[in-house]
């Protein structure tokens, strides 16, 4: 088995009855329901609900997206766009999966490479 990280169990939720301006950064599983306009940075997984809305950047280890995102994906291993996702932005990641019906609108590059890391 591959040295692989470890990635808590617990799971931080952004509400969908929540908003943020600004950046936002956390270790492990986090699920956004909400809206964000800034970057997300996540060190685990990200989840992002049918109601949620980011307007920024977001990197992350794995993503699975079934809501709106305008902005650059930069995702380490795996990618998941499930079918009521709306995309808008270029794509970077390992490994992608897209469902029927998702929308996206951006370049994507498939990359077996090194770690992505945010912009500055």
């Known amino acids: 088995m591959k040295n692989r990280e470890k990635f808590s169990d617990e799971l931080s939720i952004l509400s969908n009855n ?3 301006k600004g950046n936002i950064s956390a ?3 986090f699920r956004i329901e909400g809206q964000v306009e800034g970057d997300v940075n996540v060190r685990g997984n990200l989840f992002l609900g049918e109601t949620a809305t980011v307007r920024g950047n977001i990197t992350s280890n794995n993503f699975t997206c079934n809501g709106t995102v305008q902005g650059k994906i930069m995702i380490e291993d795996k990618l998941v766009i499930e079918k009521k996702s709306k995309i808008t932005g270029d794509i970077t990641t390992k490994a992608l999966i897209v ?3 998702a929308e996206i609108n951006g370049k994507c590059i498939m990359s077996s490479g090194s770690k992505i890391q945010p912009e500055s």
């Open 18 to 20: 929540v908003q943020i």
């Open 27 to 29: 270790q492990g599983n």
């Open 99 to 101: 469902e029927e019906g």
